[in-house]
């Protein structure tokens, strides 16, 4: 069962709610509970023919804000539905959390409530960013702001495992991402990080530029939270960028021939099929969606979390970490 936090995102449960019905129609062995406050969730619900579709509505008095300190809000709203939804991850009720809310408070919630996995010092935000080959799996996407060179390397050993078990990839090509090729170039960290890298049994494509991460050169790059964030964002500005560029420089008489070009691009590079961020390294299943999410990308996160579910993901990592592995 896939718990989904009905209230999150900027849109709640007008669009949460279809988009996680529309997941469940689409998926055989899925089930639904969704947790927010219940009147809402149930008028949203009554616009669907659900039917006799496995879905559950868990009431929750409280909710939590985006702008709340996620720390202060995991103590003080027990009852909001990322706190009770994770909670009920741990108790075993759930198998996988899905939230559009507070990336902070998902990401607290996991820490304080899930934990760590034994063999784990820091947790990962892994999300997947269309490249010109199809899609690379970056991480810390921005659980963390700092990092050592062993950090990097457990996130690297932890893309190998999604990209292996989820993606399907025999021998995923791992990079790290850099100001250089060269495995002298870059901080102290990223210097000391390209050894243990290359050290590893990983399949080690080496550093890649900023301006390779879009041209399918890797399948899993590595990076800190803090400039993986900073990617992420940059990546997530380009379509509105390419619309702007079109709408502001293309000569009105053009602009009909550049449309379905521009239209091809921009559902690329559309997050809504990519079905959110995982939280790897956590002894659970937490997928962050994008607060701006559409019915389309709850379905994708909907699924996704299915599917890392059945995967036993937790596991799967937790035995490739083991230092008796």
């Known amino acids: 069962m896939v718990a989904v936090d009905a209230m999150g995102g900027d849109f709640g449960p007008a669009v949460v709610v279809p988009g996680a019905v529309a997941a469940l129609r689409e998926a055989a062995d899925l089930s639904l509970a969704l947790y927010g406050d219940e009147r809402a969730v149930r008028a949203e619900l009554a616009k669907l023919d659900v039917g006799a579709l496995p879905l559950a509505v868990r009431h929750c008095s409280q909710d939590i ?5 996620p720390a202060a809000a995991i103590r003080g709203k027990p009852d909001s539905p990322i706190v009770r939804a994770i909670a009920d991850h741990k108790a075993g009720a759930v198998d996988a959390v899905v939230s ?3 990336t902070g408070a998902m990401v607290a919630a996991s820490l304080i409530v899930l934990g760590r996995l034994p063999s784990v010092d820091r947790p990962a935000i892994a999300v997947r960013i269309p490249t010109t080959h199809g899609h ?4 810390d996407a921005g659980a963390n702001v700092q990092n050592t060179p062993a950090q990097l390397l457990s996130f690297a050993e932890m893309g190998d495992v999604y990209a292996r078990e989820v993606l399907g990839l025999t021998a995923p090509r791992v990079a790290l991402l850099n100001i250089g090729e060269e495995e002298s170039k870059g901080s102290e960290l990223l210097v000391a990080a390209h050894k243990l890298l290359r050290a590893s049994r990983l399949n080690f494509a080496g550093n890649i530029e900023g301006r390779r991460l879009l041209l399918g050169d890797a399948d899993v790059v590595v990076t800190d939270g803090f400039t993986g964030n900073m990617a992420l964002k940059l990546v997530e500005g380009l379509a509105p960028f390419l619309k702007s560029l079109v709408e502001h420089r293309v000569p009105a008489g053009e602009r009909a021939g550049v449309a379905g070009a521009l239209g091809a691009l921009l559902r690329h590079l559309d997050y ?5 961020a995982l939280l790897l390294g956590i002894a659970g299943v937490s997928v962050i969606s994008h607060g701006a999410s559409n019915e389309r990308a709850i379905r994708s996160a909907v699924l996704a979390a299915g599917r890392l579910a059945r995967h036993d993901i937790p596991a799967r990592l937790q ?5 008796s592995a």
């Open 100 to 102: 559009a809310g507070s």
């Open 136 to 139: 690379v799996l970056l991480l």
């Open 319 to 323: 035995a490739r970490l083991a230092p």
């Open 65 to 69: 804000e985006m702008a709340e300190s």
């Open 272 to 276: 809504a099929d990519t079905g959110g």
